[in-house]
């Protein structure tokens, strides 16, 4: 299908984020939705930062900062995490080491929230088929209804980012992926204390990024335990090379990636 693509590309949150959109859309308008797009990542950024002292995450561990007047935002990723510990049965944990570190969930979370609130009613504009937004591989992505476009997510191979093990459709909904990839074994299993090594990458399709990105975060937790239900759809790739999908959290297959 041949369509216009505006796209729109920054560097914020330690990776890039770009915003795609699909369409006819006025200059004026596509730069003002990426704009305040960018916004609310680097907002994000400013408050969660683990690697910024003046961050709001940075100042409430040194004791400086309590939570109640931080930004309005941590008190939410708070609850977030809170509600996605209960979810998964503590495969997702923000609370290691008696500290509260959420850089597992806010990524995904700014993400959706930025695509959402600038992004999702552009496709309601006469002439733009889709909209989305992907950063550092995770995306929300939204099509208008009256159009046909389909997002086709390439799923990498992690043992070679030259080779593609499998392509989703994507009408309406959010892809994320997690492991070790590309940062090493970083993902702590909340159970032992130690890093997750059983799987190299795990991607959940879902209607919501953030839930999407907390479950493939547990999904490296997990391991290769497939009797644990994953919600949405997805895949995984153990240590091995083998791969595992489902779909509505029903196992479908376990199988060699074929490398």
């Not at 369409?23 to 730069?31: L, Y």
């Not at 002292?53 to 007047?69: H, K, N, T, Y």
């Not at 070790?180 to 990024?209: K, N």
């Not at 239900?229 to 489902?246: E, I, Q, Y």
């Amino acid at each position: 299908m041949n369509a216009a693509r505006h796209v729109a590309v920054r560097e914020v949150m330690g990776t890039v984020a770009s915003v795609h959109v699909i369409g006819s859309i006025p200059d004026a308008a596509f730069t003002a939705a990426a704009e305040a797009v960018f916004d609310v990542l680097h907002r994000a950024d400013r408050v969660f930062s683990t690697y910024d002292e003046r961050s709001d995450i940075r100042r409430i561990a040194r004791g400086e900062l309590a939570v109640a007047d931080a930004d309005p935002w941590v008190a939410e990723v708070a609850d977030g995490c809170r509600q996605a510990e209960a979810a998964t049965g503590g495969l997702f944990n923000a609370h290691l080491d008696g500290r509260f570190d959420p850089t597992g969930y806010v990524k995904g979370w700014a993400t959706e929230l930025a695509a959402r609130e600038h992004l999702a009613d552009l496709v309601r504009m006469p002439g733009v088929m889709a909209a989305g937004l992907d950063v550092g591989g995770d995306m929300q992505l939204f099509t208008a209804d009256r159009s046909d476009w389909m997002w086709n997510v390439g799923i990498v191979d992690p043992a070679d980012r030259t080779r593609v093990l499998a392509t989703v459709p994507v009408r309406e909904g959010a892809v994320a992926t997690s492991g070790s990839a590309e940062r090493g074994a970083h993902i702590i299993d909340p159970r032992t204390g130690r890093p997750a090594t059983g799987i190299v990458s795990a991607t959940v399709i879902a209607p919501s990024l953030t839930q999407a990105d907390v479950w493939a975060t547990a999904a490296v937790v997990a391991g290769p335990d497939t009797s644990i239900r994953l919600p949405g759809t997805g895949m995984t790739v153990d240590s091995t090379g083998n791969v595992h999908r489902w779909l509505a959290g029903v196992g479908l297959e376990v199988a060699p990636s074929g490398r």
